[in-house]
């Protein structure tokens, strides 16, 4: 599937996504083990071969694992400092044939050369991929630019009044300001200097900096002690967990600079500011305590997962939400420290069971539907039969055999993450090794008898 991406010159940038008629081989079904059989008449079958060492991937310690804006798949290698760029065909990329560049994602370096060891990554619709290394600060690279390349970088701006004065401005606030009393653009003062700072790794977001942690610190947050465990985005906001603190913190999107692409087009690149608490600490219902995997719904809904106490899995805002008592996902003894979910294209749920070994798939309600990465296995077992026979019972002992499904194939797996065709992709930590699944009734499979 081509990625063509289009991107028109303003401020801001917009991502048309264009499919353009190349094919890739569907994915063949695997004959190692037995499909895992759930409702009806429908199972996840493991796609083959598995994304591992015998197959030429070298993953140490798959800790997050996302689909990409445009269907690449990324795999945060906690162990290795390192993202791993993988199509959904299976094959790794650093360069690809639509000019993307991918080289910084395999040695991940802060601006001080200091290695960057990624515990949750997300990209948004600007194509800009956050990183999360679990410190008090969030790490944003994007594609579109190392795509397209940097020209310069706007040092100033010339602004005129509705009067006729002219001024030069560098400072954002400022231009903002003047432009909301109606001063417009007269001329921009370019510069070459300094452009690799936009290609790699850069802070998007630093609670440390002497300025925002006056902020951060005005929602009872301590700035130095702020842990990133996980990251979202909706809108022009980005979300990041806040496992010290037991918050999820809102961070609006900011410009810090405007640059000229290599392709002569003008847009906006953003930093965050903190701006409240989406999620405030708590053991009930929509609070949060030692927050994880994080995403959003369609509506705008922020689903999160956590470790501490009481229920693993939270939906915050959007329609309606879930109830105790009410709706599967929310048994309080059905997970085993949940550190991630996703959604796929129609709203269902699936949750990174890390302790017990498993996938949990609830639909958008909250009720389950399927376990996925466990194997099914046939129980011998027998039971007793009475018929009554005159004035007496007799007995009988008959044999039978029933289905259980046992976690066996996956061993803590810590991430889940569903392309926009079903695909379920599984970080399968402790086996250094990514795994698929789709329905059964999503493909045409034959089995060997």
Request: charged share 20%; proline share 4%.
């Amino acid at each position: 599937m081509m990625r063509c991406i289009k991107f028109p010159m303003a401020f801001i940038i917009i991502f048309l996504l264009l499919q353009c008629g190349v094919k890739i081989d569907l994915p063949t079904e695997t004959t190692a083990f037995d499909p895992v059989f759930g409702a009806g008449d429908t199972s996840y079958i493991r796609i083959s071969p598995d994304w591992d060492a015998g197959n030429g991937y070298s993953f140490s310690s798959p800790w997050d694992i996302i689909a990409g804006t445009d269907g690449y798949i990324f795999v945060a290698d906690h162990d290795q400092a390192s993202i791993h760029v993988i199509s959904t065909s299976g094959e790794a990329i650093v360069d690809d044939d639509f000019g993307n560049h991918f080289g910084d994602l395999t040695d991940l370096r802060d601006q001080a050369g200091f290695s960057i060891a990624p515990f949750a990554i997300h990209q948004d619709s600007r194509m800009n991929l956050f990183i999360a290394d679990s410190s008090n600060r969030l790490m944003v690279w994007n594609q579109y630019l190392n795509n397209v390349g940097v020209d310069s970088m706007a040092t100033r701006v010339k602004l005129e009044a509705p009067t006729g004065e002219l001024r030069w401005v560098s400072n954002f606030d400022s231009i903002t300001t003047l432009q909301n009393q109606n001063w417009t653009v007269a001329s921009i003062g370019w510069s070459a200097d300094n452009l690799d700072y936009w290609l790699k790794p850069r802070p998007f977001w630093d609670a440390g900096d002497s300025l925002e942690a006056i902020r951060v610190a005005r929602y009872y947050v301590d700035p130095e002690n702020v842990q990133v465990t996980g990251v979202s985005s909706f809108g022009d906001h980005c979300y990041v967990a806040d496992a010290n603190s037991n918050a999820i913190l809102d961070l609006q999107y900011i410009p810090v600079a405007l640059l000229l692409t290599g392709e002569g087009n003008q847009i906006l690149v953003y930093g965050g500011r903190i701006i409240g608490r989406k999620v405030s600490p708590g053991t009930g219902n929509g609070t949060v305590n030692d927050p994880r995997g994080m995403t959003h719904g369609k509506d705008g809904a922020l689903y999160y997962t956590q470790w501490g106490e009481n229920f693993s899995v939270h939906k915050v805002g959007g329609g309606t939400g879930f109830e105790y008592g009410e709706d599967d996902i929310m048994e309080i003894e059905r997970y085993d420290r949940a550190s991630d979910l996703s959604l796929d294209v129609l709203g269902n749920i699936y949750v990174a069971d890390t302790g017990h070994d498993r996938i949990q798939q609830f639909n958008p309600s909250g009720r389950f539907t399927f376990n996925i990465g466990m194997n099914r296995v046939l129980v011998d077992s027998s039971y007793i039969d009475s018929f009554l026979v005159g004035p007496e019972y007799e007995y009988v002992t008959r044999d039978t055999t029933y289905q259980v499904e046992v976690a066996d194939i996956l061993d803590g797996p810590r991430s889940v993450a569903v392309d926009a065709n079903g695909v379920v992709y599984i970080a399968d930590t402790r086996h250094q090794r990514v795994m698929r699944y789709r329905l059964s009734t999503e493909l045409d499979y034959t089995t060997e008898q």
